[in-house]
């Protein structure tokens, strides 16, 4: 079995995803700083098989972030 290793930025949350001998297409790509999927309509899912948002966190974490709003609207929205 095969192990892909993906770790956030600033290395604080690694995830290993345990995946057996199968020809697949890798949903992610990655760079110096970021870690991402590689189709646009696909949601991302931390301890939850099927995310509900574009991020669902399943349980408690902690975050720090900037948040800057560009556009008309000029709004964030935090859940």
Not at 39 to 50: E, L, R
Request: without cysteine.
């Amino acid at each position: 079995m095969a192990y892909h290793k993906i770790t956030l930025i600033g290395g604080l949350v690694s995830v290993y995803l345990g995946l057996a001998s199968a020809v697949y297409a890798d949903p992610w790509s990655e760079n110096a700083t970021s870690i991402y999927t590689t189709d646009p309509n696909k949601s991302v899912g931390i301890g939850t098989a099927y995310p509900d948002f574009k991020l669902d966190v399943e349980g408690t974490s902690a975050v720090t972030a900037q948040i800057t709003t560009t556009g008309a609207n000029q709004y964030a929205q935090l859940r």
